[in-house]
């Protein structure tokens, strides 16, 4: 799936909220005579005060969108089972992801908002010219390049499924041209949501994933049964219609006006290219990295990329929750205090943000790995997905548990990167990162085909006694593997380009975290082994985990609670 794919006293932590919500430069004033509209306007315009209620905000967005994506994923699971229905409907998404992926969140998503500032701390109206110059342009490009490839789109998806039989391959050529329309209106979208970022408005951007899943769901429920497996790809490009559209009135308040230019000698445009250059190969690197373990799922047995993306979806769930909205909150912050040459303000969000989401991720991913069977039968298994998709989803979600902590992680921390235009850097990373895990997912699934020491290992670990063929399993071990390279090389390099950046900090939080993280999986194992019944297991496995987990942290005073408790009730 696309992938469903915050801002701003004398110790050091009360320093560190204080710097989050007073030390960034002022907002600036909006044009346009908002104050006469409706309250629904003015809410959708409202603006966040600090990174930690903005990541709130987010958050919530993507939760409630994570569980629309659950449902949704239910009733996939549900309609068409672990099958081969659902291995093309995921192999067709490959490449119409793979242009939203380096074009817009890659690209345009990445870059747009440092330098859409750095205009409109400048010039206003120079701002909303090379906003509207960027949509044109990109318009333009992306209709003339996703037209282009639904010619080649054949040849192209022979390459991506060379285990699909002939009448599956015909299959996903058709669905995949039907979603080609969607990246454009992504592209829209991503433009109008850096807007919203700078000036602060989270709310419309945080709608429109929600929107976009109910989309694809209209296209389950009522696309599917006229016009088969087809309707699912109507309703992705339905979602992402109502994705961009759901941002336009907040865009509008904030001073947009629309101007019909295509300049492409514009300075703004060359600077947006010029950076997207780099991070564009980086997200091309990631991208080809997911067509590559689709390439290797469809050799595998009949389900495996259905099995690989359900697992997938489970995983992300947490890392949209807690990862991307913190990244995705704490950039307009760490831009424009970067730019504004606030050096102790930048570092204090840094380590601040850095901490708050190891501290909310750690034990997330050690309950969602203590709990996998439980969440997978309770999920996804219904309908046609039969108990055998459910061990090996569940045995691949665990292997996921793995890198979560890293995958939530990462995107923050290339937005730090990104926030003093340094695009080069995470891109050779992410480079790195794909051949290494390309390399294991090849090794990993050839080691788990045969009786061994390791997939003995594996086998009891997970639980998979009964399971005749756990190749697939191998992937999400891959990518969890190279996601923990990919944070570590990028801590490493930022560490070695900025000096200083709350190591200290970082540590003692750290070993508080996992120490709590321990004694939660103590509670969680016991509570399994006493209470029984599939709901049960979770309400009272999660909730005696998270509750021991909060009262250790609370004895080990840890100062991420404070600075998550101040950051929230102060807006």
Known sequence: MFNHSAKKRESSEAKFTEIS?????????IDGDKLKRGKLYRLFSSQAKTITFAATLVGISALVSGLLGLFRDRLLASYFGAGSDLDIYFAAFRIPDFIYGILIMGGISAVFLPVFAEYFQRNKEEAWQFTSNLLNVFLILL??????????????????????????????????RIMFLSPIFFALSSVFSGVLHYFNRFLAYSLAPILYNLGIILGIVFF???????????????????????????????????????????PGLIKVFK??????IGAAAYHLNLIVITAIASTLSVGSIAIFNLAD?????????????????????????????????????????????????????????????????FVLGAGEFDELAVQLTAASLGLFCL?????????????????????????????????????????????????????????NILRLKSIGDITVIGLPLALSLAGIFQFSLLLSFLKKERGEIGSKEIWQSLWKILLASFFMTLSVC?????VSGLLMQIIFGATVGLLSYLLLTILLKSPELKIIKESIFRR
């Not at 490009?237 to 308040?253: D, R």
Request: overall charge positive; charged content about 10%.
């Open 21 to 29: 919500s007073h030390s960034t430069p002022p907002l600036r004033p």
């Open 143 to 176: 209709i003339f390049f996703c037209g282009l490839l639904a010619i080649f789109t054949p040849w192209l998806i022979r390459f991506i499924t060379p285990g699909f039989a002939p009448e599956e391959k015909s299959l996903a050529i058709s669905l995949t």
């Open 224 to 266: 599917v049964p006229i016009f088969g497996l087809p309707g699912l790809a109507y309703g992705v490009v339905l979602g992402a219609f109502f994705h961009w559209a759901i941002q336009i009135p907040a865009a509008k308040s904030s001073g947009f006006k629309y101007r019909p230019v295509f300049d492409l000698k514009f």
């Open 275 to 280: 950076l997207m250059v780099p991070r564009t």
């Open 313 to 377: 979806h489970l995983q992300h769930f947490p890392v949209a929750l807690i990862g991307a909205s913190f990244a995705i909150a704490a950039f307009p912050t760490l831009s424009r205090t970067w730019l504004s040459d606030f050096k102790e303000e930048f570092l204090g969000s840094f380590s601040s943000t850095f901490r708050q989401i190891l501290f909310l991720i750690i034990p997330i991913s050690v309950l969602i790995f203590l709990l996998r069977i439980p969440i997978v039968r």
């Open 403 to 459: 890198g979560i902590f890293a995958f939530s992680v990462i995107p923050f921390l290339a937005r730090v990167f990104y926030s003093f235009q340094d695009t080069k850097t995470p891109t050779l990373i992410g480079i790195s990162s794909m051949v290494l895990n390309i390399i294991l997912a090849f090794f990993l699934v050839w080691f788990l085909s045969f009786p061994n020491f390791f997939s003995e290992f594996m086998i």
């Open 526 to 530: 016991l509570t399994l082994q006493v």
